[in-house]
């Protein structure tokens, strides 16, 4: 069986035939905005410098970054409006001031850059405190952060949540983890000689790398220990830390999504230790 990946370059190819016009970055923004007016009226948007936009009412601010949306939007430039559409819904309860109550089924781990918590204090105008996310280290290069995952969004957990919750970050790690249970159902394994692709819907393929169930020989025959690469969210791959070919082919490969991926994570390859992963070089 050849490998997904390489087979990716040819389907890249083709799909890059009768691409419609993209807009400029300056202009996409302009038009995001816009949008945004339209859809939250009681907020004032702007637009900054860096293409940036901030969204302010009363002394409640936020920063938007539309890196993500932008390179979504240059994949699919026939599909503005459905992008609109989908990142709006995803953003609905940054415009909530409501605090719903959480169930603790809805709860999934999530897997971040290890600066993830300074890059939220960034897009929070005014931010005086650390971003009060739950979070945890999950090595040098990681971070475990926890949302709730609604119909059309995901909602970052709290410490404030968390004590309302009245649970330790122990147990909710553990019931996150066991919450993804429900991921695993549609998970699939792509590859083979050695290299292999997981998709599992698009937004926690990354949270993959936690359940120790998944990783077995009998799910990724390698050679020598699991080494896996998360450029992005929607990103897991795994090779051996003996096979020299695979090796190459994931840091290939990581190169290239790393820079043009949105929700990247990390550049790195990370081994299996027996529990967990930690950066392989």
């Known amino acids: 069986m050849r490998p997904l990946l390489t087979l990716l370059p040819l389907l890249l190819i083709l799909s890059c035939n009768s691409r419609p016009s993209v807009m400029p970055k300056e202009e996409f923004a302009k038009v995001y905005i816009d949008t945004l007016s339209k859809r939250y009226p ?39 409006q459905s992008i609109f559409r989908r990142y709006l819904a995803s953003t609905a309860d940054l415009f909530k001031f409501e605090n719903k109550g959480i169930n603790t089924v809805d709860i999934i781990p999530v897997i971040k850059p290890g600066n993830y918590l300074e890059e939220v204090n960034a897009q929070t105008i005014n931010a005086e405190k650390p971003a009060p ?27 404030e949540d968390l004590k309302k919750l009245n649970i330790t970050k122990d147990s909710l790690k553990a019931i996150a983890i066991r919450n993804l249970d429900r991921v695993l159902p549609n998970a699939k394994i792509h590859g083979g000689d050695g290299v292999y692709m997981v998709t599992a819907g698009g937004n926690y393929e990354a949270s993959l790398i936690l359940p120790s169930v998944l990783w077995t020989k009998e799910n990724f025959a390698v050679k020598g220990d699991f080494v896996m690469a998360v450029p992005s969210r929607d990103l897991l791959l795994i090779t051996g ?41």
Not at 44 to 67: C, P, V, Y
Not at 69 to 75: D, L
Not at 133 to 145: A, D, Q, R
Not at 245 to 272: C, M, P, Q, R
């Open 133 to 159: 996310l739950v979070s945890e280290k999950y090595n040098n290069e990681l971070l475990i952060t926890y949302v709730q995952d609604t119909e059309n969004s995901m909602r970052y957990l709290t410490d």
């Open 42 to 80: 009681t907020f004032k948007f702007e637009l900054n410098s860096d293409l940036s936009i901030t969204a302010m009412r009363d002394s409640i601010g936020f920063k938007h970054f539309i890196d993500n949306i932008y390179v979504t939007y240059e994949a699919e430039p026939d599909s503005i």
């Open 241 to 281: 830390s003996n096979d020299k070919a695979g090796i190459a082919k994931l840091k290939e490969f990581v190169a290239k999504s790393y820079k043009t991926g949105n929700y990247t994570i990390s550049d790195h390859l990370f081994k299996w230790t027996g529990k967990k992963f930690e950066r392989f070089d």
